[in-house]
Each structure stands twice: as structure tokens, then as C-alpha cells.
């Protein structure tokens, strides 16, 4: 079984920085696209930024030249550097992953994950 454990949310104020961090663990075959989404209270679910295995990056908008998704594929690892933070970047940011696991039967089988959740709250 595979799981994503977050860390690195907290209160910051604007302009200020945080790097959030989210590691697979369990029997991993492989791990191919990783991703940070956030949901911001009264708003749906969004896409902050994804990676892919062959590192092809991917931002929204909103977080373009402010934010930086990098992995570190030997620790399964995704991290999100969050610079110059706004209000509107308040938001619970949950990572997402998928790839393979090794099952009972030694067979790779694929997964998708989410982690549990950090609150990030910009506020001054």
C-alpha cells in the first residue's frame, strides 16, 4: 500500500515563504506524476502544479513566478516552495500522487494518492 505523508504548513505572513513537503512511502514500484492542489474555504479543489516522471512542470496561473514544484525521485519525494505568499493563497494544499505499488502477489499495480492535507494561512 502506498501513502503520501504533507508537512511545512503554518501561518505566514504575505510576502512571506514556505516550502511544503510530501513523501510516498510503502511497497512502490514506481512513481510517475506528482502534484500540489489546494482548497481555499468556500471554493472548490484546484490544481496548484504538477510534475511528471520526465520532470514536464505545470502551474496554474494564479501561481506562476511565485511558486516552485520539485521532486526528488529517490525519496519520493514532492516539494512545493511557496515565495511572496498572498492571502488568497490561504488554502488547505493537499499533494497527489500515482505510479505502481507491489501487491500481495508481486505484481505492480497502480495507485492513486492523496496526502492528508496542510493548512496554509497568509495573513498578517
Not at 7 to 18: A, D, E, H
Not at 71 to 89: F, G
Not at 96 to 117: E, I, K
Request: hydrophobic share 30%; net charge neutral; proline share 3%.
Amino acid at each position: 500500500q502506498v501513502q503520501l505523508v504533507e508537512s511545512g504548513g503554518g501561518l505566514v505572513q504575505p510576502g512571506g515563504s514556505l516550502r511544503l513537503s510530501c513523501a510516498a512511502s510503502g511497497n512502490i514500484f514506481s512513481v510517475n506524476s506528482m502534484g500540489w492542489y489546494r482548497q481555499a474555504p468556500g471554493k472548490e479543489r484546484e490544481l496548484v502544479a504538477t510534475i511528471t516522471g520526465g520532470g514536464s512542470i505545470n502551474y496554474a496561473d494564479a501561481v506562476k513566478g511565485r511558486f516552485t514544484i520539485s521532486r526528488d525521485n529517490a525519496q519520493n519525494t514532492v516539494y512545493l516552495q511557496m515565495n511572496s505568499l498572498k492571502p488568497e493563497d490561504t488554502a488547505v494544499y493537499y499533494c497527489n500522487a500515482d505510479g505502481a505499488y507491489y501487491g500481495d502477489s508481486g505484481v505492480p499495480s497502480l495507485f492513486h494518492r492523496w496526502g492528508q492535507g496542510t493548512q496554509v494561512t497568509v495573513s498578517s
